[in-house]
């Protein structure tokens, strides 16, 4: 059985001091909490203090990204190595504001995905639609290409997949759990002709306006494994509701 993965993606928010009031009112909070995988992404700037505060405890650290060359003349860039050394375990990689405000295309997101597996780090995958595309009837074939093309050549092994329809990211919009399921349910299809067997043990999370209030009956899905949470993760007591989800009986 696939063990749930709840992962904040603080985006461009927080200050160090920000950073260190928020994990030291999340850690009490989730420090019984077992069965869960909890992983925490701060700004560049905060992975240093967050990774001092964050030892020890059952959070992991991941960063909201990462450039595929280990060093050179890349300024403003931080490379795989960078994010091991500050005690990253995870990257998310792919995210829509990355792809839209960024324009970075699959084939960049695939040269990151493979830099970052070869540094050791596990890799948060995002995919998703726009609005425009679903109303279209085009979510599949967006998610066939982004899937195919980001991981061509990418071994399973410490990968996360995400689905954040980008319609429903910072909306408030919300995808319906059968419509989040039926997305999931295919991701896991085209996953099953990439790798097999291996593909029942990836989790799929869901990402798009997560909330305490929709997080339960999204997880009661059987294909949604946990959730990629923006706005209410900058909040200790709305993120800990979060990852503490009423599992099903």
């Not at 927080?14 to 909070?29: G, N, R």
């Not at 019984?32 to 967050?50: E, K, R, Y």
Request: glycine share 8%.
């Amino acid at each position: 059985m696939r063990k749930p993965f709840i992962a904040a993606n603080w985006k461009m928010n927080k200050t160090l001091p920000e950073t260190s009031e928020f994990i030291a009112e999340f850690i009490p909070d989730v420090k019984d909490t077992s069965g869960v995988d909890i992983v925490i992404a701060p700004p560049f700037t905060a992975i240093g203090i967050a990774a001092t505060a964050l030892r020890g405890t059952n959070i992991l650290l991941a960063a909201q990204d990462v450039f595929y060359e280990e060093k050179g003349a890349y300024t403003g860039e931080i490379s795989p190595l960078m994010l091991v050394d500050l005690g990253c375990a995870f990257v998310i990689i792919g995210h829509s504001e990355r792809r839209q405000c960024f324009l970075e295309t699959d084939a960049i997101v695939n040269r990151k995905i493979k830099a970052a597996q070869k540094a050791g780090l596990g890799i948060i995958f995002c995919i998703g639609e726009s609005l425009e595309e679903r109303e279209a009837g085009k979510t599949f074939d967006v998610l066939n290409r982004e899937i195919e093309k980001g991981l061509d050549g990418v071994p399973p092994e410490k990968m996360v997949l995400a689905y954040e329809p980008i319609w429903a990211i910072g909306t408030g919009k919300t995808a319906t759990p059968p419509q989040a399921q039926e997305v999931h349910a295919y991701i896991r299809e085209r996953l099953n002709i990439l790798y097999g067997n291996q593909s029942n043990e990836l989790c799929i999370l869901y990402g798009g306006s997560v909330t305490p209030d929709t997080v339960d009956s999204l997880m009661a899905c059987r294909d949604i494994d946990g959730a990629l949470v923006g706005g209410a993760s900058l909040k200790a007591e709305s993120f800990s509701k979060i990852v503490n989800f009423r599992k099903e009986p």
